[in-house]
């Protein structure tokens, strides 16, 4: 299993019947792809819609209707359309139970970069800052490492995205809650040892029971 | 009380310098007949409120791959390369905003208010020269309202007032920059006789031109 | 999902010392349904936050005669003679606000803002006691977010869901006040299959339960 | 001509052609009887409406649609609904052209008491503060005095509902505007003197050219 589907799939588990949810760009949005078809979840995207759907038909792309990433998109029964105040009104408010995004680097604390690198890189924030401030719960999409380097620092580096925000860090070898004293392991992929995931993780991990991911 | 503008009359609206507020998300909702009659006109040293800084051949993208804008102010500008390295050269000035802070601050000006406290963005870099205010203990940004000469809106159709209704996700951004602008023009796909009263979004008293669209499609 | 509640549901909601937020305007868009199980509910020492004091036989009007009020927040009261009187005896706390500073406080705390500036009550009374803030050369009062325990609202009609529409200018306080509150109940005069998602006012995610007026009128 | 109709009529004068207008409730109200018919007038109700048309007829009144004063209203076309955080919007935000309200007391400065007797008469300010900071000309319609007493002070005594926001001041004597050095006296009633003006008004009046308003 690819580690993209592997991350997608665990975080979908977090999911509850009737959440309220944005997924962000990129990997964040393969996440609709195994929500639970037993239960339904609301998606929210910030360019103003509640009950994105999945991928129109070839042929039937509406210009007028996309998502956050600017791709064509459907809208399932009892969604709506709504302007950009009133959507981060429902981000800010608190209205969003659990928003997932990618990082740059996340951290011990909690805090997320995931927006800039100064002189390199230079997209802006879009909704990101919004929605890690907001909602209820923040997920963190990332692979566990970038070309071997850890991702989930003791401090974020790069300019940070949010500050002590981050819920759970999800990766393709690991589930880790950010505590009140520091992170703690969760989960780990059945293919990998603890000894594995914190030579990787630049954070320190606390640790008792750590139980194997389900994907 | 004839609103409707043509081509002319649209560019005598326009001089350099002016700030101008355009709808749209990634150019979905974006007045693109409205952008090309700004490029045509060459006016220059604009400043833009937009989302987003367009594709390169699509939004506001045009303006700023004709050299026409000196500031934008927005909250990403990933996805037009012009954008990046007329950042890099000097030449254009960004402004990066928080989309929901972006959206708040034009808002407050369309309602009159100075400003408005968001917990967005604390402790990170679009804190720096901003005033902090505690409220029950908890530390915002007071973020200014955010108004601009000219609003350059999208509309899916208005009736012969200009009681207008948008299209899906084309909405974004447009309701609140018509109501934060001295002068706003519309860009609509149809025109009809009337609008149920339960479900005009922008009110006719905020729009100022309205441009018919298939007039020039 | 079903969101429907009884009276005897409704009532489970309720205790003594609840804020609750009450849409209306001179009780026009008041749920008068949920007013009348408040009261025969007997819970006291309310926080009531209403745009009025509605009247002495209709509105929140009806929890202040039967003295469940402890503190009264609203734009004036003039039509309902016994809100005057507990004043005046210091049974009842009345907050007056000036009335778009209570919808835009309130609207503040459904979006999560801290509070907003508004240059509305500056030099008059309204003012003392509250923070002061310049902006561009302008001062503003600090006026910060509202929020409650508990929002009793009325709907035209909404979607098994919650989605929901409004009757003309019965739709006032009702929008912003179901996205303040931590429990949001409508009373709702219609249930439907379905709304177009264009026109929905109020969406699903803010409505927490649904009474249906026609099970009970 | 009882002194109402005068007031209204005269400040039924300075409505223009598209003006966007909200009428307090009572003496203003009666404005809306005497706008020019060859003119178009959108008045605007705080409680959530633009496009106020007349009473209805009696058996047609619907209990959803009321003015700010509870009375039942009809719509007219091309009128609208909103909620009241997009009504006060439009009234702070500038978007109304012209609001009249009544007076307890108005002064040299432009200020205005209109909402509070202190230990007497306590209704509250309704929307009457936003109205008069937000409207870009405010007129207090206003018998020129109160038994005798004047209205027009050197200085407001009452708490005000707003500070050196008034334009105009129309009374059933005189219209006059309210200048950077004070009030000018700007019309009389053809049926009485400057003098007599003078004196039932507190404040100074300043005028050069005084027209005879026309009723």
């Known amino acids: ?215 | 009380m004839d609103k409707t503008l043509e081509k002319k009359q649209f560019q005598a609206l326009l001089k350099d310098g002016l700030s101008i507020m355009v709808g749209g998300f990634m150019t979905c909702g974006t007045p693109e007949t409205l952008i090309d009659w700004v490029v045509e006109s060459g006016v220059k040293d604009l400043t833009i409120i937009c989302n987003d800084a367009g594709f390169p051949e699509q939004g506001v993208g045009k303006l700023i791959k004709n050299h026409q804008v000196n500031t934008l102010i927005a909250s990403h500008i990933g996805l037009n390369p012009f954008a990046g390295a007329q950042m890099s050269s000097g030449e254009l000035n960004v402004i990066l905003i928080p989309q929901g802070t972006l959206a708040e601050q034009i808002r407050a000006h369309g309602a009159g208010l100075g400003g408005i406290l968001t917990p967005t963005g604390r402790k990170t870099i679009v804190e720096e020269g901003k005033q902090l205010m505690a409220v029950n203990g908890v530390e915002y940004l007071l973020e200014p309202a955010l108004g601009a000469d000219l609003a350059l809106i999208e509309i899916a159709k208005c009736d012969p007032l200009g009681n207008a209704v948008y299209a899906k996700t084309a909405r974004n951004f447009n309701p609140v920059m018509a109501t934060a602008c001295e002068t706003v023009v519309a860009l609509t796909h149809k025109m009809v006789p009337a609008i149920d009263p339960e479900v005009i979004v922008t009110p006719h008293v905020f729009i100022d031109y309205i441009v018919k669209e298939h007039d020039h499609a």
């Not at chain 1, 239960?39 to 039937?60: D, R």
């Open chain 1, 1 to 215: 299993m690819h580690e993209k589907e592997i991350i997608a799939r665990r975080i979908a588990k977090e999911l509850r019947d009737g959440d309220l949810v944005n997924l962000g760009i990129g990997l964040p949005t393969l996440v609709a792809n195994y929500i639970d078809p037993n239960i339904t979840v609301f998606l929210q995207s910030e360019n103003g819609l509640i009950g994105l759907g999945p991928s129109p038909e070839e042929g039937h792309e509406d210009p007028n209707l996309t998502n956050a990433g600017g791709q064509y998109v459907t809208l399932n029964p009892y969604g709506m359309y709504f302007d950009s105040a009133t959507s981060f009104g429902i981000i800010r408010g608190g209205h969003v139970d659990i928003t997932v995004l990618g990082a740059l680097e996340v951290d011990a604390e909690g805090s997320l970069a995931s927006w800039i690198i100064p002189k390199k890189l230079v997209p802006g924030m879009g909704g990101a800052m919004d929605l890690v401030v907001g909602a209820k719960k923040v997920i963190v999409a990332t692979t566990h490492t970038n070309k071997g380097k850890a991702k989930i620092k003791n401090q974020c580096q790069l300019p940070l995205t949010a500050y002590k925000e981050v819920d759970l860090i999800v990766t393709e070898l690991a589930v880790i809650a950010v505590k009140e004293n520091g992170l703690q392991l969760l989960e780990k992929h059945p293919d990998t040892t603890i000894e594995e995931i914190i030579a990787l993780t630049e954070a320190p991990l606390h640790y008792d029971t750590v139980k194997d991911m389900e994907v």
